[in-house]
Nanobody, 120 residues
């Protein structure tokens, strides 16, 4: 089972960027998926999460600027980021609460991370 992110890069302040993440492997079910980020010298913090029913939760710092969405049929989650600020610069990690085939419960899986840099 793996989660693979894509879409990071360098963007100017005020710009937009879209991150995508695809979960693959022997997955029976996915409950929640989400995005976290970690800036240099700081802890990893939640950015946004979405459940299988589409319920979303956003960090206050990104509410109104970021939009999380998912495709349950494709096991993908995306993060549309707009009005980006320099303080959004971080490594963004995709995560999912997955039920792997043959296992007895859901467990958290993480992607390798993708760098987002907001700078002029």
């Amino acid at each position: 089972v793996q989660l693979v992110e894509s879409g990071g890069g360098l963007v100017q302040p005020g710009g937009s960027l879209r991150l995508s993440c695809a979960a693959s492997g022997s997955i029976s079910s996915i409950y929640s998926m989400g995005w976290y980020r970690q800036a240099p010298g700081k802890q990893r913090d939640v950015v946004a999460t979405i459940t299988s029913s589409g319920r979303t939760v956003y960090a206050d710092s990104v509410n109104g600027r970021f939009t999380i969405s998912r495709d349950n049929a494709k096991n993908t989650v995306s993060l549309e980021m707009s009005s980006l600020k320099p303080e959004d610069t971080a490594v963004y990690y995709c995560t999912g609460s997955l039920l792997v085939a043959g296992s007895t419960g859901f467990a958290a899986y993480w992607g390798q991370g993708t760098q987002v840099t907001v700078s002029s």
